[in-house]
C-alpha cells in the first residue's frame, strides 16, 4: 500500500471531516519513517506544532477505526484495517457464494453491494416461486428509476444460487453487443473449453440454449433499458441491440430448464407478447418499499422522527428508496431532521425523481458539481486518482476526498470495489445537464444590434466546453462507446435540431474553435497553458458529424481527448498544437523510407499508399500528411534547413513539400520508371536522384 492510498483510505473512512493539510502532511511523513522534527523542517511548521497536530491525529484515528493509534502503530492499524475492508467487499459484493474458493460456476460481474437491504419479503418469495416452484424460462422485474429493482434482483440471486449450476449476474448499462455478451457467457457456461467462432445471433443463442438444456443456469440482466430505444415506442431497441429481443423471445419460448431475471424500466416487447400468470414468462411490476422498509433505510441515513411524520415522507416519495436516500441528507443538514419543514417546501407533485436531484444538486459546491460530472462521464467506477487527472484545472487531493465523501453521504455517489460511481437516475440526470449546457454554449442567441456579434461571442465563457470532456479518447472501447451514443450524439442531436444541417452545425462549431483559440492564446502567439478540453470536443463532434477535415486548422490550441482512430488527416495543420491524451490512427501504408531531419526533431516516413507522414519525434505526435503521389513513396529527405522535404515514388516523379504547411511546392516529372532515390546537396542547392 502506498502512501497516497493510505490517505485515501482515511478520509473515506473519517466520518465528520476530512484531514488537514498539516495533518495530512504529518501523516505521510510518519508514514516515510520521518521524526516529528524532520517533518517541521520539511514543511516549515514549528516542531511543538507538528507534535500537537499528531498528538491530535492520532487520537482521531483511534475513535475512527476503534483501536489505539500512535506514531508506531499507525502503519498497521491502516493496514489491517485496509484488509478488513477489503475482505468485507469481496465476501458481500464480488463472491456472495460464502466459499472461500472462488466459485467456477458463477460469475457476478459487476454485482452491487446488499449488505443494507431492508424487506422486499413478499416480492422475493413471489419470485422464488415463480422461479423455482413454477420453473419460469423468463422474468421481468420492472419499475422507474431508484425503486429497487437492482438491489433486489441481486438479492434473489443471492438467495437462488444454491438451487442453480450455474449463475451469472451481468449489468447491460454500457451494453455490449448482443453477440459479443452471448459469445462471453457461452465462453463461461463451457468453463473456458468454447469460443464460438462466429457472431451470428441465432448460432449463438441456439448454442446457449443447449448450455440452458443440459444444466441449470440463472442468468440476470440487469439495466434491460439500456437496450431499448430512448424515444421510440417503448419496449423497441436500439439499433444493433435487436439480437436481445430475440434473445428474449426463444428463452421465453423454447424449452429448457434455466431462468433468465431481466430488470428494466421499460416493458420489452417480448415479455409483453409471452407473459401471463400460468405461463413460464412473467413480469413484476415493482411499487416502492412498505412502511417499515423505508423507515430503516431512513434511519440508517440518521433520520429518526415520529412515525407519523416518517409516514408521510415515505409517502410523498412513493417509498423510492433512492428518493428517500437523497433527500434524507438535506432534511438532516437543512431542516435539522424536521420533515414537516422539509415537505412544507414541497409544492409541486413528486412526479419522479428528477426534481429531487435537481433541487440537491443545485446545493452542490463547485467541487462537487465538477465531481458529479466527470463521474458521469466516465459512466463506470473511478479510483480518486483517475478523476483527478480528468479535473481542470487540478484539484487538491484532500479538497477531492472530501468532495467525495460529502456527495457519498448525500447518496448522490456510491462507493464500491471498483471505485465511484452514480446511480444510474443520478448519472442520467448529470448527463443531461452537461450536454444542456454545453448547447447553450454553442448556441447561445447574440443581442442583435447591441454589440457586434463577433464582439459578444468573444464574451462567451464556454465554461463547461472548455471544463467537460464529451467522451474520453483513451476510455475503453465500450465505455467510449457508450459516451458518444450517450452524450455526444444527444448533444448534437440538439444541435441539428436548432441549426437545421449539418454544414450549419460545422459552421458554429468552426467559429467557436476559433473563440477558444483566441481564448487559449497569449498575445505573443504562445499557448497560455496546455488546459481545457475545447479543442477536443469540437474535433470530436466534428469527426462525428462526418465533417471531411481536410486542410483544416487545429494550430495553436491545445486538444484533449480527441479520437482521431478512424478519421483521415490529411493536410490537417496541428502546428504548435498541444495533443494531450488523443488517440489517432495507424493510417500508415507500409513504410517503405524514412528521414530525420538535420536537428533530429523531425521525422517524415514515406509508404505504399503514396502518402508522407511527418511526425514530432520528442513525443510521437503527428503533424502532417503530405499527399499527392500516385504509388509508392519510395524515398524521402530533408534539405539542411528542414523547410523543404524532397520525396520521390514509383509515380516516375519527385516532389518538393514545404514541411510547415504540407503544400506541394514543385513536381519533378522526366524519368521513365520508378525514382527510386533522392538526396539534398549539403548547401540545400542541388538535389540528386537515382532510378
Ligand atoms: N430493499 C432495499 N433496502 C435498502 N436499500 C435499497 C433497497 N432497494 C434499493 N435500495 C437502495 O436504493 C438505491 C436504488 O436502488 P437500485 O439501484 O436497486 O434501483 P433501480 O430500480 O435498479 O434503479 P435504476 O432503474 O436507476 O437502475 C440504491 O442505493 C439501493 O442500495
Ligand atoms: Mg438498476
Redesign the pocket.
Known amino acids: 500500500m502506498t502512501a497516497d492510498e493510505a490517505v485515501t483510505f482515511i478520509e473515506l473512512s473519517l466520518e465528520e471531516r476530512s484531514l488537514t493539510r498539516v495533518e495530512q502532511s504529518v501523516f505521510l511523513g510518519v508514514w516515510q519513517g520521518f521524526s516529528y522534527s524532520e517533518i517541521a523542517k520539511q514543511t516549515g511548521y514549528d516542531a511543538g506544532y507538528i507534535k500537537l497536530v499528531s498528538h491530535k491525529l492520532w487520537h482521531l484515528l483511534t475513535e475512527t477505526f476503534g483501536e489505539k493509534v500512535t506514531k508506531g502503530t499507525v502503519q498497521n492499524v491502516v493496514r489491517r484495517r485496509m484488509q478488513v475492508k477489503k475482505a468485507d467487499i469481496t465476501s458481500t459484493t464480488t463472491i456472495p457464494n460464502l466459499n472461500a474458493e472462488p466459485n467456477s460456476h458463477q460469475d457476478w460481474g459487476e454485482v ?1 453491494d ?1 449488505t ?5 419479503e413478499i416480492e422475493l418469495n413471489t419470485l422464488q416461486q415463480w422461479i423455482d416452484r413454477d420453473r419460469c424460462r423468463l422474468v421481468a422485474i420492472l ?10 434482483s441481486v438479492k434473489l440471486a443471492q438467495q437462488l444460487q444454491d438451487k442453480f449450476d450455474f449463475v451469472v449476474w451481468r449489468s447491460l448499462s454500457n451494453a455490449k453487443t448482443p453477440s459479443e455478451m452471448l459469445l462471453a457467457v457461452v465462453h463461461f457456461l463451457s468453463q473456458h473449453r468454447e469460443m464460438p467462432e462466429t457472431n451470428d445471433i441465432n448460432a449463438l443463442i441456439s448454442r446457449l440454449l443447449e448450455y440452458l438444456q443440459r444444466y441449470r443456469c440463472l442468468l440476470v440482466l440487469d ?1 434491460f433499458e439500456s437496450v431499448l430505444k430512448d424515444e421510440a415506442q417503448a419496449g423497441a431497441y436500439r439499433k444493433d441491440y435487436e439480437g436481445y429481443g430475440t434473445l428474449l423471445r426463444r428463452i421465453g419460448e423454447v424449452s429448457h430448464r434455466s431462468c433468465i431475471v431481466i ?1 428494466s ?1 421499460e416493458m420489452p416487447e417480448e415479455v409483453a407478447t409471452l407473459e401471463g400468470d400460468i405461463l413460464p414468462v412473467r413480469a413484476l411490476q415493482l411499487r416502492g ?1 412498505d412502511e417499515s ?1 423505508a423507515e430503516r ?1 431512513l434511519e440508517s441515513k440518521g433520520i429518526n422522527a415520529l412515525t407519523s411524520d416518517l409516514h408521510r415522507l415515505v409517502d410523498w416519495y412513493r417509498g423510492n ?2 428518493a428517500l ?1 437523497i433527500a434524507a441528507t438535506s432534511i438532516k443538514d437543512l431542516y435539522s431532521g424536521n420533515i414537516n419543514r422539509f415537505l412544507e417546501q414541497k409544492t409541486i407533485i413528486f412526479s419522479g425523481i428528477g426534481n429531487l436531484i435537481e433541487e440537491q444538486y443545485q446545493r452542490l459546491t463547485p467541487h462537487e458539481k465538477q465531481i458529479m460530472i466527470w463521474l458521469a462521464i466516465n459512466r463506470e467506477p473511478v479510483q480518486p486518482n483517475e478523476l483527478r487527472s480528468d479535473i481542470v484545472p487540478t484539484i487538491e487531493q484532500n479538497y477531492l476526498m472530501m468532495a467525495l465523501r460529502s456527495l457519498k453521504r448525500r ?1 448522490l455517489v ?1 462507493h464500491t470495489a471498483a471505485g465511484f460511481t452514480q ?3 443520478v448519472m442520467e440526470f448529470v448527463t443531461n445537464l452537461l450536454t444542456d449546457q454545453i448547447y447553450q454554449e454553442i448556441t447561445q442567441e447574440h443581442p442583435l444590434g447591441i454589440l457586434p456579434n463577433i464582439q459578444f461571442k468573444l464574451n462567451r465563457q464556454l465554461f463547461y466546453l472548455r471544463h467537460y470532456a464529451l467522451i474520453k479518447a483513451t476510455a475503453k472501447d465500450y465505455i467510449r462507446q457508450s459516451q458518444v451514443r450517450l452524450i455526444l450524439e444527444p448533444l448534437l442531436t440538439k444541435l441539428l435540431g436548432r441549426l437545421g444541417s449539418q454544414q450549419m452545425v460545422a459552421k458554429e462549431l468552426f467559429t467557436t474553435l476559433n473563440e477558444l483559440r483566441r481564448r487559449e492564446l497569449r498575445p505573443e502567439g504562445e499557448l497560455k497553458s496546455t488546459f481545457g478540453y475545447g479543442g477536443g470536443n469540437i474535433i470530436n463532434l466534428l469527426c462525428n458529424l462526418k465533417i471531411d477535415l481536410t486542410g483544416r486548422d487545429f494550430s495553436y490550441m491545445a486538444i484533449r481527448q480527441a479520437y482521431l482512430s478512424e478519421v483521415k488527416l490529411y493536410r490537417v495543420n496541428f502546428a504548435r498544437t498541444e495533443l494531450i491524451k488523443s488517440v489517432f490512427a495507424e493510417v500508415i501504408g507500409g513504410v517503405l523510407s524514412v528521414a530525420f531531419s538535420a536537428d533530429g526533431k523531425l521525422l517524415a516516413i514515406g509508404d505504399t499508399k503514396g502518402d508522407i507522414h511527418l511526425w514530432r519525434v520528442s513525443d510521437g505526435k503527428p503533424l502532417l500528411t503530405y499527399r499527392g503521389h500516385k504509388g509508392w513513396v519510395v524515398s524521402v529527405c530533408f534539405n539542411p534547413e528542414g523547410t523543404v522535404l524532397a520525396s520521390s515514388s514509383v509515380d516516375q516523379s519527385i516532389k518538393l513539400w514545404d514541411v510547415s504547411t504540407g503544400n506541394c511546392l514543385n513536381t519533378l516529372q522526366g524519368y521513365i520508371g520508378a525514382v527510386m532515390s533522392v538526396a539534398f546537396s549539403l548547401d540545400g542547392t542541388t538535389i540528386a536522384s537515382g532510378r
Open positions: 452491487v446488499v443494507f437491504f431492508y424487506g422486499r419499475g422507474m428509476g431508484g425503486l429497487g429493482k437492482t438491489a433486489l439495466n430488470t424500466r418499499l422498509a433505510v428508496p433512492l436516500k447518496s456510491e446511480q444510474p437516475v
